[in-house]
C-alpha cells in the first residue's frame, strides 16, 4: 500500500508556551508550504528521566490545557506520551495521538485504557525488543477496541550508553500495521551517557530518516526546539528547528 508520510515534530517536554508556541508556527509554515500531514508532539510529564532532579515537565492538568491552547491557536493535530492508564482518558479529551513509550510497550493495562479511548495509539518499540516482538502489542490494542495503532522504531539498546537501530525492524513491523514511524531523534540517543542525563548525536538525525525511508517507513518522528543547547530535555538528540524542512524536504 502506498501511504503518503506523516510527520511528528515538537519539543520532547512542554518548557513553557513560548517554545510551544515558536515551534507550533513553523510546523504549521510548513504544512501549508510542503504540503504535508503533521503532528504536533510534546510530553506533559517525562516519567523516565535520567536523575531524579531532571525537569519532567508541568504534570498532567496544566501540560494538557497547554496543549489545548496550541490546538486552538494553530489547528494542528496533537501527539503525546501517557505513562500511566489514569492518563488516559484525560489525555483523550485533548490530543489526537496517544503514545506509548517504548519502555512501557507491554504493559497490557496502559494499552488497553488507551484503546478503548477510541484515539489513535502510536506504540514505541522497546529498545529490548525486535520488531517481530510488537505484533503482541498491537493485537492487545485492537482486541481492546483500537482501529488505528501506529508503531514507532526508536532503536536497540546493548547497553553502555548507546542504540543501534536495525532497519529490518520496519518492514517487520509492517506486518502488523501499515502506519511504521520512524523516530529519527531518539535512535540517536546516548542514554545516560552526558553525566546523569542522555547524550546524544543530533547530526546522525537526517540520515537516519533517509535510510528509514529507504527501509518502507510510512512516517517519520522528529523532535526539534529552536535552542537544543538550552532545551530542559534530550536537548543533544534534537534538532534545531531551522533544520527541520531540510531534512523533511529529502523525505519528500
Known sequence: MNMQPIFIAGPCVIESMEVLDVVATELVRLRDKLGIEIFFKASFDKANRTSLSSYRGPGLERGLQMLADVKAKHGLPLLTDIHEAYQTAPAAEVVDVLQIPAFLCRQTDLLV????????????????????????????????????????????????????????????????????????????????????????????????????????????????????????????????????????????
Open 113 to 252: 485504557a488507551a484503546a478503548k479511548t477510541g484515539r489513535t495509539v502510536n506504540i514505541k518499540k522497546a529498545q529490548f525488543l525486535s520488531g517481530l516482538d510488537m505484533q503482541y502489542p498491537v493485537e492487545k490494542c485492537r482486541e481492546s477496541g483500537a482501529t488505528d495503532v501506529w508503531l514507532t522504531e526508536r532503536g536497540n539498546s546493548f547497553g553502555y550508553n548507546n542504540l543501534v537501530v536495525d532497519f529490518r525492524n520496519l518492514p517487520d513491523m509492517a506486518r502488523f500495521t501499515p502506519r511504521v514511524i520512524m523516530d529519527c531523534t531518539h535512535s540517536v540517543q546516548r542514554p545516560g551517557a552526558a553525566g546523569g542525563k542522555t547524550g546524544g548525536n543530533r547530526e546522525y538525525v537526517p540520515a537516519m530518516a533517509l535510510a528509514a525511508k529507504a527501509f518502507g517507513a510510512t512516517g517519520y518522528f522528529f523532535e526539534t526546539h529552536p535552542d537544543p543547547e538550552h532545551a530542559l530535555s534530550d536537548g543533544p538528540n534534537m534538532l534545531y528547528l531551522h533544520d527541520l524542512e531540510g531534512v523533511i524536504r529529502s523525505l519528500i
